[in-house]
């Protein structure tokens, strides 16, 4: 079945450390994101791709990282200058155009400990 | 810069009631519009998206929603919920050139039996 693999499901972290969340799909999507979904927030955009090897800043970017080095993966690293990286992480997927929406993974939860 | 407002942040209601959440936004050209509903424990999925045409559209599980351009609204109603549509519902839009959506903050709907 195509969709997206997020993993892990529930990731924690001691303070100082970075840490790689992983997003891989195969879809055959061109354009990759990231969000950040707190409560009462809704979902921010945190970095999005549209190619292999070009990505751009979202809303939210600063203390975070990623990479697109293969269609099908887009991994997000929560790095220790994130303040509150406390959080559940959304990837999706879509079509170049954005014109028929994203298919989301299932989530990582982020607690710092 | 686009935005989204989801009026309410949490109903409750009970079973056969009629639900409407609003959903209001700001952008400045052609919009494609979207709702997404989170149920407990899954992923966001989609449940309709207006691009052109009819602005009255129907998606998944009898919902339907309707773009009223003069009012930059879309808001989603279904005629009687069920138990089963206790979920978290959001908003999203995204400009028709435009890669990226942006979200509202969500509303919760609390179905009563």
């Known amino acids: 079945d195509g969709g997206i693999t997020q993993s892990p499901k529930y990731l924690f972290r001691k303070e100082g450390q970075n840490v790689t969340l992983s997003c891989e799909q195969n879809l055959n999507h061109d354009a990759m994101y990231w969000y950040r979904q707190d409560p009462g927030q809704g979902l921010r955009l945190i970095y999005y791709s549209q190619i292999v090897n070009d990505f751009q800043k979202g809303d939210i970017a600063e203390g975070y990282s990623v990479s697109r080095e293969k269609k099908e993966s887009f991994p997000l690293t929560v790095t220790s200058a994130q303040k509150n990286p406390t959080a559940f992480y959304l990837c999706a997927s879509g079509l170049w155009t954005g014109l028929y929406g994203y298919t989301f993974g299932s989530g990582t939860r982020l607690t710092v400990v | 810069a686009q935005s989204v407002s989801q009026h309410n942040h949490h109903v409750i209601l009970s079973e056969a009631a009629s639900l409407e959440l609003g959903c209001n936004y700001s952008y400045g050209g052609t919009v494609n519009l979207f709702w997404y509903v989170q149920y407990p424990g899954q992923h966001l999925q989609l449940l309709l998206k207006y691009f052109s045409g009819d602005p009255l559209v129907k998606g998944i599980k009898g919902f339907e929603a309707e773009f009223i351009k003069s009012k930059f609204s879309f808001n989603l109603r279904k005629p009687s919920v069920q138990w089963s549509d206790t979920a978290e519902y959001f908003c999203?839009?995204?400009?028709?050139?435009?890669?990226?959506?942006?979200f509202g903050a969500g509303t919760t709907v609390t179905v009563r039996a």
């Open positions: 999203a839009v995204g400009g028709s050139n435009d890669y990226k959506l942006s």
